[in-house]
């Protein structure tokens, strides 16, 4: 295994042009290269110097090679340094990422974080972060002050030798999980298609609004407020005008104490009110427009595409206690999707082309997000119905478990059944009323959430319910569906007697539980194996302040200076809803590793939807691999919401 850290330059700066421009781009070099081959004598190169012979025979040979965010150091291989210094960069193949291992054993990405976690004796050298931003970033110099040229050879060594260290101390992915990273790395190459233009006049058209809307923001508070961000006269402005049940709207439990939010999924709870004050309405609309998070992506599409494409856009295991992926730069997977349909959506892109005013630019601007991906070709997209609605149960194996997989075989709306089963009337007898009770209930309620998680829910739809309603319909729901308390509870079993007693298997459902000295690991269906590190029994303390005894583990957050690093309480419910996740990213998985195999363009996905740039012929194809049930899944009935398809990516 060849080891290796680059420290690189460049006029382009990385993080606002992203990865592939910033390699792509002329005047981006490397500074140096500190490498090593298993357990041997870290090496150092600088630019300036012949390029290691044995480093390329190293890549001519197939041999493989690790690195920190490994797509990086292959970027900078494929356009940079390969050129530069004349031989053949190494194949994505080849490649290792000691993040992706990181990740996939519950640490954190970044290598510091990782290694603080790990519990190694290592840190980053205390002056990388100087020597980046004076050597590396955009203005720097290419000329070494006294000592500095030292310092950077220690910085780069030091990264190698942590990150050798690093891996040492995780368990390597198996050769389906490097194919699956691999694969990531493909549709990261390929790109999401995006219309430039538009974006590029979304852009300059919202910074136009949002100076506008700090404007129409003093003049509606009387220059209490002259922007956006000034929270607190906001409040003092604001809160005054709410009724009662509109403050209760903005509880949120933080560690078990309540707290006001006007993050902007609360805003939008208030602005679904048709009784809203409409003063204040004018002034969430207002604070919408200075500041929506619509910019933020139409800026990154605008600042980070390269030929129309916006690359590097899926972190592999992002979400690394479930495996399933997570977003960089364009964030896909919290893109709206109530959509406009495509006249409509071609009309306001026109209108916004020509410069025209729009009504309710924030809102407006993020429903069009979707939009802006599109394909002359077409674009084709498929989502499974109801997933983790599906997976839950199955996991469970119980008969009442069954049962509610045999509706979902059966084709029933599985809201009106809960509903009715909720409040013991007949199916045809719930309305809209009922079903949407149904609705919230089975979203917010199947991984252990109490009176609290199902008013949080309810919030995404305009309803609210006192806590007396919540509790009745929590105790309703679990009445209903036997089989969610009593896998809660297998989990609980098996994750604490994992813990107790080292080297042994405790089956839980459809996944088995097994703790050695360093993790609690959970085999799922797959045999794919989820890591929590550090696992202990010991006493912790509640989010209501209770204290008892239990399975915990350590998070991959990274802890403050000079603190040890967090812990969680090893929950049945919230393990369990770790597994249902991740199932369903590992029938994601299966599906983009078929799809590739048959030829489909695949650029994308969000959550559990899968895109791709072709025909309807092509996005019958994705359907029906997306049907089909993988060979470790058994009795789990997965199925579509069919094939969409459209020049624009819709709903």
Request: glycine content about 8%.
């Amino acid at each position: 295994m060849l080891y290796l850290d680059l420290e690189t330059r460049s006029e382009c700066d990385l993080i606002f042009h992203g990865l592939r421009r910033y390699a792509e781009d002329l005047s981006t070099e490397v500074i140096c290269m500190a490498y090593v081959f298993d357990d041997g004598e870290i090496r150092f190169w600088w630019a300036a110097e012949e390029f290691p012979q044995e480093v390329i025979d190293h890549f001519i040979s197939g041999g493989l090679i690790t690195a920190h965010n490994a797509e990086f150091e292959r970027h900078l291989f494929d356009h940079v340094i390969s050129k530069a210094y004349g031989f053949t960069a190494p194949a994505r193949e080849q490649w290792r990422c000691s993040m992706a291992m990181s990740l996939t054993n519950g640490y954190a990405g970044g290598l510091d974080a990782a290694a603080a976690g790990v519990g190694l004796p290592y840190r980053k050298h205390s002056q990388g972060t100087r020597l980046i931003r004076e050597y590396c970033a955009p203005g720097h110099d290419k000329t070494f002050k006294p000592g500095d040229a030292d310092l950077m050879r220690d910085y780069n060594i030091s990264d190698v030798e942590i990150m050798r260290a690093l891996v040492k101390c995780v368990r390597d992915l198996t050769d389906d999980e490097w194919e699956e990273y691999h694969l990531t790395s493909k549709i990261n190459e390929r790109g999401i298609p995006i219309d430039v233009a538009f974006c590029e006049a979304a852009l300059s058209y919202t910074h136009e609004v949002a100076d506008d809307a700090n404007r129409q923001i003093s003049e509606l508070t009387g220059g209490l407020m002259t922007k956006a961000t000034q929270r607190k006269t906001r409040d003092a402005w604001l809160f005054p005008k709410l009724t009662p049940q509109q403050m209760k709207l903005l509880e949120v439990y933080k560690k078990g104490e309540k707290k006001i939010s006007l993050d902007y999924d609360h805003r939008r709870y208030l602005l679904e009110r048709e009784d809203l004050d409409h003063d204040a309405r004018r002034l969430l609309e207002y604070i919408d427009n200075a500041g929506s998070s619509a910019l933020k992506k139409f800026a990154v599409a605008a600042h980070q595409h390269v030929r129309g494409r916006v690359h590097n856009t899926f972190l592999y295991n992002g979400a690394g206690r479930t495996g399933r992926f997570s977003g960089k730069g364009l964030q896909p997977h919290n893109i709206r999707r109530d959509v406009f349909g495509d006249n409509q959506a071609e009309a306001l892109i026109h209108d916004i082309l020509a410069g025209y005013e729009i009504d309710k630019p924030a809102d407006t601007m993020a429903r069009l997000l979707r939009a802006m991906i599109t394909h002359d070709d077409g674009l084709y997209w498929v989502d499974w119905s109801s997933i983790e609605g599906r997976v839950a149960p199955w996991l469970s194996v119980t008969p009442s478990g069954d049962r509610k997989l045999d509706l979902f075989k059966q084709g029933k709306d599985i809201y009106v059944v809960t509903a009715a089963d909720m409040f013991s009337v007949t199916e045809d007898s719930v309305d809209a009323t009922f079903r949407q009770s149904g609705k919230i209930a089975e979203l917010s309620l199947q991984f252990g959430g109490g009176h609290n998680a199902l008013i949080g829910m309810a919030k995404n739809y305009g309803v609210t319910f006192e806590e007396h309603e919540a509790r009745d319909i929590v105790i309703k729901w679990r009445r209903a569906n036997p089989w969610a308390e009593q896998i809660w509870a297998e989990y609980d079993h098996a994750i604490s007697n994992a813990v107790r007693n080292l080297g042994q298997d405790f089956p839980a459902g459809r996944v088995t539980y097994h703790c050695d000295a360093n993790n609690l690991w959970c085999q799922l269906p797959s045999e794919r194996l989820l890591a929590y590190p550090k696992p202990r029994f010991e006493p912790y303390e509640t989010p209501w302040g209770e204290e008892r005894i239990g399975a915990t583990f350590q998070t991959h957050f990274k802890p403050a200076a000079g603190e040890e690093p967090l812990r969680i309480h090893a929950r049945g419910a919230l393990l369990f809803q770790n597994s249902v996740q991740a199932v369903a990213a590992d029938v994601l998985r299966e599906a983009l590793l078929l799809a590739d195999d048959a030829g489909l363009d695949i650029v994308g996905h969000v959550h559990d939807e899968v895109i791709g740039v072709g025909s309807h012929e092509d996005g019958e194809r994705l359907n029906e691999i997306m049907r089909s049930v993988p060979w470790w899944a058994a009795g789990l009935p997965l199925n579509t919401g069919g094939v969409s398809t459209g020049k624009r990516y819709g709903k």
